[in-house]
């Protein structure tokens, strides 16, 4: 018995990395999964239909279903063509994880439109048009049998995009964005059965080798903290009935770690009853910044720089 037996899964960008393990993972649970991968380089250019292609061979090779698909989820067309996919050849959609995803870092000052745009397509519209095609189809079923579904979907943010990232502006407005995205259709397919939640994963791939080098190696014998099996479990867990009842949550992870993450919310307040003026608002600075700690959570791993300003900021000439 599998956690995904009689399910059909889409996961994009499963052609390697985190996407790879978490199709992997789905189709030794016994879901018929849609592997989509477009293929491209780390930065997105280029095609190549082997990577999506070897995932399926694993998958069936142990004994399970998949199909490949290689359309690019930033374009409306592949979104639907990727779900209808899922409906028309395995007949139906329970699960679709967001997965897909590159990265073109710059500092903001040296950004260009094209890296702008082809970040933000990619993540933001990768993750929505896949997601929109599949609601659609849930709630034509839904309205159909008069019964909410059973379906989740997964999205991918990054703490680069809920703590900020020098270099990734880019991809952080990208990753903040489907964090908010995540709470959004949360409360929008609540009503039809489905829910919503994101992951903001840490894991060794192509796409974090260069920055991190060995750090996220294991020695032998130790955890291999970084191996993205480790987020394709928790992946895997907000896909399937076990986490029924969760929903509109992000959850950070890497190997021996999880991390339930708490989004905006009011840390102080200031009130008055008269409209508020310049200085009035700096009045009560310090009941705004009473427990501001002018720390940042660390991005991926080590220490806040010993530079790091705290607040609040001594009031005066500054
Ligand atoms: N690795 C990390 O530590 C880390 C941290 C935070 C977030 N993430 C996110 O996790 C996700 C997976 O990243 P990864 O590290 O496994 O990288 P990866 O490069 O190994 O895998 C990403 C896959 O997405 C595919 N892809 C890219 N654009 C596509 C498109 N338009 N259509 C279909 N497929 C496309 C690529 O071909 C690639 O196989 C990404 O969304 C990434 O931003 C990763």
Same mark, same amino acid.
């Given at each position: 018995?599998?956690?995904?037996?009689g /399910?059909?899964?889409?996961?994009t960008g499963?052609?390697r990395?985190?996407? %790879?393990?978490?199709?992997?993972?789905?189709?030794a649970?016994?879901?018929?999964v849609?592997?989509?991968?477009?293929?491209?380089?780390?930065?997105g250019e280029?095609?190549d239909?082997?990577?999506?292609?070897?995932?399926?061979?694993?998958?069936?090779?142990?004994?399970?279903t998949?199909?490949?698909?290689?359309?690019?989820?930033?374009t409306w067309d592949?979104?639907?063509?990727l779900?209808?996919? +899922?409906?028309n050849?395995l007949g139906?959609?329970?699960?679709v994880?967001?997965?897909a995803g590159i990265l073109?870092d710059?500092?903001?000052?040296n950004?260009?439109e094209?890296?702008?745009?082809a970040?933000?397509?990619?993540?933001?519209k990768?993750h929505?048009?896949?997601?929109r095609f599949?609601? +659609?189809? !849930?709630?034509?079923?839904?309205k159909?049998?008069?019964?909410?579904?059973?379906?989740a979907i997964v999205?991918?943010?990054?703490?680069?995009?809920l703590y900020?990232n020098a270099?990734?502006?880019?991809? +952080?407005?990208? /990753?903040a964005?489907?964090?908010?995205?995540?709470?959004?259709?949360? %409360?929008?397919?609540?009503?039809?059965?489905v829910r919503v939640n994101?992951?903001?994963?840490v894991?060794?791939?192509r796409?974090?080798?260069?920055?991190?080098g060995?750090h996220?190696?294991?020695?032998?014998?130790?955890?291999d903290?970084?191996?993205?099996?480790n987020?394709?479990a928790?992946a895997?867990?907000?896909?399937?009935d076990?986490?029924?009842g969760?929903?509109?949550?992000?959850v /950070?992870?890497q190997?021996?770690?999880?991390?339930?993450?708490?989004?905006?919310?009011?840390?102080?307040?200031?009130?008055s009853d /008269?409209p !508020?003026?310049v200085d009035?608002?700096?009045?009560?600075r310090?009941?705004?910044l009473?427990?501001?700690?002018?720390?940042?959570p660390?991005?991926?791993?080590g220490?806040?720089?010993a530079?790091?300003p705290?607040?609040p900021?001594?009031?005066?000439n500054?």
């Amino acid at each position: 018995m599998g956690l995904f037996d009689g /399910k059909v899964a889409v996961v994009t960008g499963a052609g390697r990395g985190i996407g %790879r393990e978490e199709a992997l993972l789905l189709g030794a649970e016994g879901a018929s999964v849609v592997v989509n991968d477009l293929g491209g380089a780390p930065t997105g250019e280029g095609e190549d239909q082997r990577p999506a292609r070897q995932v399926v061979d694993e998958i069936t090779a142990g004994g399970g279903t998949a199909v490949a698909n290689h359309d690019d989820v930033s374009t409306w067309d592949g979104a639907a063509a990727l779900v209808a996919q +899922a409906v028309n050849d395995l007949g139906g959609l329970d699960v679709v994880i967001n997965n897909a995803g590159i990265l073109r870092d710059r500092m903001s000052f040296n950004m260009d439109e094209a890296d702008w745009d082809a970040v933000i397509a990619v993540h933001v519209k990768g993750h929505f048009a896949v997601s929109r095609f599949a609601a +659609a189809h !849930w709630r034509a079923l839904a309205k159909e049998t008069g019964q909410p579904v059973r379906a989740a979907i997964v999205n991918t943010a990054s703490e680069s995009g809920l703590y900020g990232n020098a270099a990734q502006v880019n991809y +952080a407005a990208a /990753k903040a964005g489907i964090a908010a995205m995540t709470l959004v259709m949360a %409360r929008e397919l609540e009503r039809i059965g489905v829910r919503v939640n994101a992951i903001a994963p840490v894991a060794r791939t192509r796409l974090t080798e260069d920055v991190a080098g060995d750090h996220m190696k294991a020695a032998e014998g130790e955890l291999d903290r970084f191996h993205p099996a480790n987020v394709a479990a928790v992946a895997g867990w907000l896909a399937s009935d076990l986490a029924a009842g969760i929903s509109g949550q992000v959850v /950070k992870v890497q190997g021996g770690q999880v991390q339930l993450l708490e989004g905006w919310r009011p840390l102080t307040e200031a009130t008055s009853d /008269k409209p !508020w003026t310049v200085d009035s608002v700096e009045a009560v600075r310090d009941q705004l910044l009473a427990k501001a700690d002018g720390s940042v959570p660390p991005f991926f791993f080590g220490p806040p720089p010993a530079d790091r300003p705290a607040y609040p900021a001594p009031a005066g000439n500054g």
